[in-house]
């Protein structure tokens, strides 16, 4: 029998597993790609010889046939095992993280460890009135002053909202079952055993040149196994006729062009699909489309001589008074993402696209960057020798009041109305999915096609999962923690006065 063709939008790691489960199995396959990189928000950046990620993707998980595709694609001379160091900036000084008794105490100093105690105790005796939002509940269970240090400058830069506009049942989950007795004991008893997730990931795997190198050899083999991937080509129709999917329209750079589908496998963003739908979607399901938001992100990559710089992977940056929220040290990553001599660290900044940093010019954000970076003390003046800047815009989709029910309108609409076109990925599922989930949702999908089972990718992540950050360290990096819980990330406030966020197409 003919095997069905597919044509797969994006290129990022839903869109290339999907493409290549299909061509291993000899069912032809096209992949379209707005951008002109495969790899979507996990790939290698490059930029005169200094190679960056969005953010910094370790490859870990727990789905093994996902860790099984990684081994297949990259030899262990090129998937490196990396060791992992982090640290916390707050005031001038460094802490461990995962947090430390003997290190967290050190630093602190007697006086302000007392203090620290003190007002966890009397947040003890006069707990917060309010506990609904995640100041609440969290001062509640560490003291208002470790809340300050540790959890709240960090969590309104990543979503830019004050904390006391984050709901509490996020924080309850995170940090479930933490206080800060816990938390000592946490620090200060061994870790048990070598199977949870939290001190597997203390080493992770990582493409000797950047994410993206997974991706890229991922591409090469699609396209050796039959399949074709074109850069630089966006879908802007998709045809239905019949209660189905017939064909999509794309524009690249021999103009538009009509290809003809059986299935069409989408990792754009759900909402921009919802949008291409020719004849147009239901009203409702258009409304519900554009109700979803997300939330973007700028790396500034600065280059310093390796001896200036630090030796952990990243630093979070607690220190109140500053914008960046993460630093990423890429020669600490892999020693090939950098040139001999030097390393390039990744100021990550959490923004909405065409705010003023967002709009800022690049040079302007290279020098606010570098400026930034010296003020920390994290380099000494004069040691930033060049910077690049990189936007993505829509790295986070976000979860607000509404979000869910928008999704599932959404969902049920393609399911009857298209059923041949599937939804996979992270933004793909308006899903705040790790690389191995977004993976996971293609393969099942890959297996729905081909032997027609009616595997549902919409409950992938959905139960009981893994907190990359831990869930019992208390440091409450959950905004990039990215832990594939449907609940990794908090559900925030509509804004009240600015309309629903327009979908625009990436520009990478
Ligand atoms: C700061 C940060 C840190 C992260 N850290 C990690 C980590 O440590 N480990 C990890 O596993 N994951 C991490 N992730 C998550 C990871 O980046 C995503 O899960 C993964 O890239 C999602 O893959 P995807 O294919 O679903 O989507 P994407 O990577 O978004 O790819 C989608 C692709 O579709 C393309 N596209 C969109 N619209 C169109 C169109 N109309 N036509 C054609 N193409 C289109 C886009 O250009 C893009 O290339 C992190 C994410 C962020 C933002």
């Known amino acids: 029998?003919?095997?069905?063709?597919?044509?797969?939008?994006?290129?990022?790691?839903?869109?290339?597993?999907?493409?290549?489960?299909?061509?291993?199995?000899?069912?032809?396959?096209?992949?379209?790609?707005?951008?002109?990189?495969?790899?979507?928000?996990?790939?290698t950046v490059e930029r005169?010889?200094?190679?960056?990620?969005?953010?910094?993707?370790?490859?870990?998980?727990?789905?093994?046939?996902?860790?099984?595709?990684?081994?297949?694609?990259?030899?262990?001379?090129?998937?490196?095992?990396?060791?992992?160091?982090?640290?916390?900036?707050?005031?001038?000084?460094?802490?461990?993280?995962?947090?430390?008794?003997?290190?967290?105490?050190?630093?602190?100093?007697?006086?302000?460890?007392?203090?620290c105690v003190g007002s966890y105790l009397w947040a003890r005796v006069r707990?917060?009135?309010?506990?609904?939002?995640?100041?609440?509940?969290?001062?509640?269970?560490?003291?208002?002053r470790l809340y300050r240090m540790l959890f709240k400058t960090y969590t309104e830069k990543v979503w830019g909202i004050p904390a006391t506009e984050l709901q509490a049942d996020w924080a309850a989950q995170r940090i479930r079952n933490l206080s800060l007795g816990a938390a000592i004991r946490g620090a200060l008893l061994p870790k048990r055993g070598g199977n949870d997730v939290t001190s597997l990931i203390e080493e992770f795997r990582y493409p000797r040149l950047g994410p993206g190198m997974m991706w890229e050899r991922c591409a090469e083999l699609v396209v050796k196994a039959g399949g074709t991937v074109e850069l630089e080509t966006a879908v802007r129709t998709v045809h239905r006729e019949d209660g189905r999917a017939v064909a999509v329209t794309v524009d690249g750079p021999a103009?538009?062009?009509?290809?003809?589908?059986?299935?069409?496998?989408?990792?754009?963003?759900?909402?921009?699909?919802?949008?291409?739908?020719?004849p147009p979607?239901?009203?409702?399901?258009?409304?519900?489309?554009?109700?979803?938001?997300?939330?973007d992100f700028l790396t500034v990559a600065l280059v310093v001589p390796t001896e200036a710089s630090f030796p952990d992977n990243w630093i979070y940056v607690h220190t109140p008074g500053v914008k960046v929220g993460r630093i990423q040290n890429f020669g600490a990553w892999s020693p090939e993402m950098v040139r001999d001599g030097g390393t390039c660290l990744g100021l990550e900044y959490f923004v909405n696209e065409g705010d003023e940093l967002w709009s800022t010019p690049d040079p302007e954000l290279v020098a606010f960057g570098t400026a930034e970076l010296e003020r920390l003390g994290l380099v000494s003046p004069g040691s930033v020798t060049t910077g690049y800047v990189v936007r993505m815009p829509k790295a986070y989709p976000v979860y607000d009041e509404g979000y869910g029910e928008a999704v599932e309108v959404i969902r049920r609409w393609l399911a009857e109305a298209v059923p041949n076109v599937h939804p996979v990925g992270r933004n793909g599922m308006h899903r705040y999915n790790n690389q191995d989930h977004s993976m996971l949702t293609a393969m099942l999908t890959a297996e729905n096609i081909l032997d027609g089972t009616d595997h549902d990718v919409w409950s992938v992540n959905?139960?009981?999962?893994?907190?990359?950050?831990?869930?019992?360290?208390?440091?409450?990096?959950?905004?990039?923690?990215?832990?594939?819980?449907?609940?990794?990330?908090?559900?925030?406030?509509?804004?009240?006065?600015?309309?629903?966020?327009?979908?625009?197409?990436?520009?990478?």
């Open 1 to 43: 029998m003919a095997q069905p063709h597919t044509v797969v939008i994006g290129a990022g790691p839903a869109g290339l597993t999907a493409a290549y489960e299909l061509t291993r199995r000899h069912a032809p396959v096209e992949v379209v790609e707005a951008d002109d990189v495969v790899g979507g928000i996990s790939r």
């Open 48 to 115: 005169e010889g200094w190679r960056f990620d969005i953010g910094g993707h370790r490859f870990f998980t727990k789905v093994s046939r996902v860790e099984a595709f990684w081994h297949e694609l990259l030899s262990d001379d090129d998937f490196l095992l990396r060791p992992r160091m982090s640290r916390i900036h707050y005031q001038g000084r460094l802490f461990d993280y995962p947090l430390r008794a003997g290190n967290a105490l050190k630093n602190l100093g007697v006086l302000e460890a007392s203090r």
């Open 127 to 144: 707990p917060p009135a309010d506990q609904t939002h995640f100041e609440g509940w969290v001062s509640a269970r560490f003291g208002a």
């Open 255 to 278: 103009g538009e062009r009509r290809i003809a589908a059986d299935h069409v496998v989408s990792s754009m963003p759900i909402s921009a699909l919802v949008r291409a739908m020719d």
């Open 281 to 295: 979607a239901p009203a409702a399901v258009r409304d519900a489309a554009g109700l979803l938001r997300y939330r």
């Open 462 to 508: 959905v139960e009981e999962d893994y907190h990359e950050e831990g869930g019992s360290d208390g440091a409450g990096h959950s905004g990039t923690g990215q832990s594939g819980t449907g609940r990794a990330a908090p559900v925030v406030p509509r804004p009240r006065t600015a309309p629903p966020a327009e979908d625009r197409s990436p520009t990478g």
